[in-house]
């Protein structure tokens, strides 16, 4: 019989515990206005079969598993962000690929920081690319090494296909390109200063026979590279001819992400994103952080020994320097300053936070056998120091938002909340408008929508008002268009889940083709307004119940009246 080996044993127990923690209470918190975005046009998509990518989407990955998963599940809260819980859960079982580097404890510590680093933990249950992009690309990473530690051509052409799967995630992905890049020639810079040898001509055949092996291998990546791209990003419901199917997966996106992301963007103070990646890293990644610092630095200056021809060593220091390079890229390329950038520092700086967390549990084993209480009991608080923030932080993934201008002192608002994140559960709201329109769509995005003119919810306000609401069908939207559905959010998803077909009119007199003696059908089911409009929606209806909901943390209300 073969012996179980407790190294796999022990990261496979952490990847089942980490996916049991990212689907507890996987619905509860709200959809995010990011989210409800993917949601609502994943819907779309599974209600008319046509998708084509628009980089203000997202990639193509989330709404293609997203598409198939609402054909056997009905579309929620919690069965939209199942994907990403998955693989974020998953993804500690990428520590063995990096076995060949790492020592043992090294390998299970780096399992349980992919597991359960708190960063990585949140944005599993959250339904946005960054975190797919940050799997797949340290997937890709470990699948590269695996290659070259085990003389494996297979695992190369894996890689390709998670690189490709990383991309199919999001275009951000080509950031991980910079990033890596920019840390393996400064790894191999300083490997080169620090050996202070010249290259000799056995060093360049060195090189030279690595090059003959592996370029065959390389071309074979990209290939499998290029296919995986060409399946996620190839237009659905179109009727192009081949050619025109390669240029609009293969050319085309690139072209729109380059147009959308550099050339068109705004862009982001140099200061404001550094100070901010800085400080939220520090608050939010701080478990992760200093256990990183402890394993690169004890790395860099020789307090955890190289052991071999010193692979691990470089990998180490590689990842130090990535999540360095990380912090810029990231943190300068997205339009919008908020916590999710650091998922793609978090996940390369895991690497050394694994070394660190492992020396500090050698050394504490090591006080304790040799009865060094004084050096037991540094490790231990700091052991503390790092395993209570981790705890608390992890806590605020299930925490559930409130306003903080609402109670203050008295309410708990979690640290990883956005702006854009509802103080309110809308999930009822989906249940209510169903019954409301019949009960007969519940669950069913699109199907038993009445025809336009008849419809079962109707926006009211210039805030929320739109000239042809097949305008949001899919992206990209006008600049007008993306304002007014920017108010919207993230109720569109949630009323495309109840199966309800919209209108808009720009004031409450505009009811009145809907509602009162001048309407020419039933009238709408639900009814949505702001503040300001309340008294005078109101006295317009009869026979609606009142609510309002806080679609955002704070300043975002909307007044929603339900038929009786």
Do not use: C, K
Not at 17 to 29: D, E, I, N, P, Q
Not at 198 to 206: D, F, G, H, I, Q
């Amino acid at each position: 019989m073969r012996r179980i080996d407790r190294v796999v044993a022990a990261v496979a127990a952490v990847a089942v515990a980490g996916m049991l923690a990212r689907f507890v209470r996987l619905g509860a918190r709200p959809f995010h206005w990011e989210e409800a975005r993917v949601g609502y046009w994943t819907l779309r998509y599974a209600d008319t079969g046509s998708y084509a990518y628009r980089p203000v989407g997202g990639g193509p990955l989330l709404y293609h598993l997203n598409e198939t998963l609402f054909a056997v599940l009905p579309a929620t809260d919690a069965s939209a962000r199942a994907a990403v819980a998955l693989l974020g859960g998953g993804l500690a079982l990428a520590a063995l690929l990096f076995r060949s580097r790492l020592r043992d404890d090294e390998t299970v510590a780096l399992a349980v920081v992919l597991g359960f680093a708190p960063l990585l933990l949140y944005y599993s249950r959250f339904l946005r690319g960054d975190l797919p992009v940050a799997a797949f690309a340290l997937i890709a990473v470990g699948l590269t090494v695996r290659a070259v530690d085990a003389d494996d051509a297979r695992f190369l052409y894996a890689a390709g296909v998670a690189a490709g799967l990383a991309v199919a995630a999001s275009m951000q992905a080509l950031g991980y390109l910079a990033a890596f890049a920019a840390a393996f020639v400064f790894a191999v810079d300083h490997r080169r200063v620090r050996d202070a040898e010249a290259l000799s001509e056995r060093r360049v055949a060195a090189v030279r026979s690595f090059a003959d092996r592996w370029l065959g291998p390389v071309a074979g990546s990209a290939l499998a590279f290029a296919a995986t791209l060409f399946v996620a990003y190839v237009p659905r419901g179109s009727d192009l001819g081949p050619f025109a199917l390669f240029e609009a997966a293969l050319v085309e996106p690139f072209d729109a992400a380059t147009g959308v992301y550099v050339a068109g963007r705004e862009g982001t103070q140099f200061l404001d994103a550094v100070a901010f990646a800085g400080e939220s890293l520090t608050v939010l990644g701080f478990p992760v952080l200093v256990a990183a610092a402890i394993g690169f630095f004890a790395q860099r200056y020789g307090i955890r020994a190289d052991e071999g021809d010193g692979r691990s060593g470089f990998l180490i220091r590689w990842a130090g320097l990535a999540a360095g390079f990380g912090v810029l890229v990231f943190s300068l390329g997205n339009e919008v300053l908020a916590s999710w950038v650091l998922v793609h520092v978090t996940v390369v700086l895991s690497i050394p936070a694994a070394v660190g967390i492992a020396l500090l549990y050698r050394s504490a084993r090591t006080a304790l056998a040799a009865d060094d209480a004084a050096r037991l009991a540094a490790v231990l608080l700091v052991l503390l120091a790092l395993a209570v923030p981790t705890v608390a932080l992890a806590a605020d993934a299930y925490a559930t938002p409130v306003d903080p201008t609402v109670g203050a002192g008295d309410e708990y608002h979690d640290r990883f909340a956005h702006f854009a994140q509802p103080a309110d559960d809308l999930e009822p709201l989906v249940g209510d408008i169903a019954d409301a329109i019949g009960g007969t769509n519940h669950g069913e995005p699109g199907v038993g929508s009445p025809e336009v003119g008849s419809p079962d919810a109707v926006y009211v306000g210039d805030r929320f008002a739109v000239a042809d609401e097949r305008a949001f069908d899919a992206p990209p939207l006008s600049q007008e268009e993306a304002a007014t559905f920017g108010e919207r959010l993230p109720l569109p998803w949630y009323l495309e889940r109840a199966g309800a077909q919209s209108e808009s009119v720009a004031s409450p007199d505009g009811l009145a083709q809907y509602v009162g003696d001048d309407a020419d059908d039933d009238p709408p089911a639900v009814v949505l307004t702001t503040p300001e409009h309340r008294n005078a929606v109101a006295e317009r209806l009869d026979g609606y119940q009142e609510r309002s909901y806080r679609t955002a943390l704070e300043d975002r209300e909307v007044v929603v009246f339900l038929r009786g």
